[in-house]
Nanobody
């Protein structure tokens, strides 16, 4: 049963931007920490960014710091990932998740979506 639905992926040239969105399906996650992972072909899934339920604290992977920004709108129960200065190595399927804490998200606990493809061409 899908609980989170990602959108906003697509094909973009290197240096471009995309904004991913993630909204719930069938239940609310407005009081949960939320985050994003990604998985490139042949690689393990890696943590990208996480944000606390109130939005007061965020955490990023070193590879995306300064380029990606995670934010949330609890009224819409939606989390966003603004991706700027995209690089070919950012190409991956991006998944959003919701869990009690950012640490739980990093541990890949909680609810997850089915992912959205991001492809960055050189």
């Amino acid at each position: 049963q899908v609980q989170l639905v990602e959108s906003g992926g697509g094909l973009v040239q290197a240096g471009g931007s995309l904004r991913l969105s993630c909204a719930p399906s069938g239940r609310t996650f407005s009081t949960y920490a939320k985050g994003w992972f990604r998985q490139a072909p042949g690689k393990e899934r890696e943590f990208v960014a996480g944000i606390t339920w109130a939005g007061g604290s965020a955490r990023y992977a070193d590879s995306v710091k300064g380029r990606f920004t995670i934010s949330r709108d609890n009224a819409k129960d939606t989390v966003y990932l603004q991706m700027n200065s995209l690089k070919p190595e950012d190409t991956a399927v991006y998944y959003c998740g919701a869990a009690n804490t950012i640490a739980a998200i990093i541990a890949m606990s909680g609810a997850w979506g089915q992912g959205t493809q991001v492809t960055v061409s050189s």
